[in-house]
């Protein structure tokens, strides 16, 4: 409901337009078996942000969605430190995880006025880690 509230209040003040970007996991698509609500979550806030799109384009404001793999932040530090670390980083052909600056960049450049054309995307910032058919 986070994301819905917020995306709620903020349109209330783009009376002039602007952007929403909602942070989204690769989870949405590939699936989370040890945690299904957590990428069920992921898929509806996906579908909210293509809705919102279809829905506040007229107002001239776009809605695009990012959708990380593993990152290198706090949240995903306990299981890069774990005896799985390797297994996870080779998920991606770079042999990493993302990097919490590379889903930022993303981030801002879909809420700038170029991106208005990328809206109701959702990009996959994964590494090549999962790659959706």
């Known amino acids: 409901m986070g994301a819905a509230n917020a995306s709620y209040c903020a349109v209330r003040h783009m009376s002039r337009g602007g952007a929403i970007v909602n942070v989204s996991s690769r989870g949405a698509f590939r699936g989370e078996p040890g945690q299904p609500a ?3 979550s992921k898929a509806g806030l996906n579908a909210m942000g ?3 799109a279809v829905a506040l384009g007229p107002l ?3 809605v ?3 959708a990380p ?3 290198a932040t706090d949240m995903a530090n306990e299981h890069l430190k774990s005896p799985r670390g390797p297994e996870i980083r080779a998920q991606s052909p770079f042999n990493r995880v993302g990097r919490p600056e590379e889903i930022a960049d993303a981030i801002v450049w ?3 006025p170029g991106a208005q054309w990328a ?3 959702v990009v ?6 999962y790659l959706r058919t």
């Not at 996959?124 to 880690?129: H, W």
């Open 38 to 40: 957590y990428g069920a």
């Open 50 to 52: 293509q809705s919102l």
């Open 60 to 62: 001239g404001i776009q």
């Open 64 to 66: 695009a969605t990012v």
């Open 69 to 71: 793999g593993f990152v």
């Open 110 to 112: 879909l809420a700038s």
């Open 119 to 121: 809206s109701g995307t």
């Open 124 to 129: 996959d910032l994964n590494g090549a880690s």
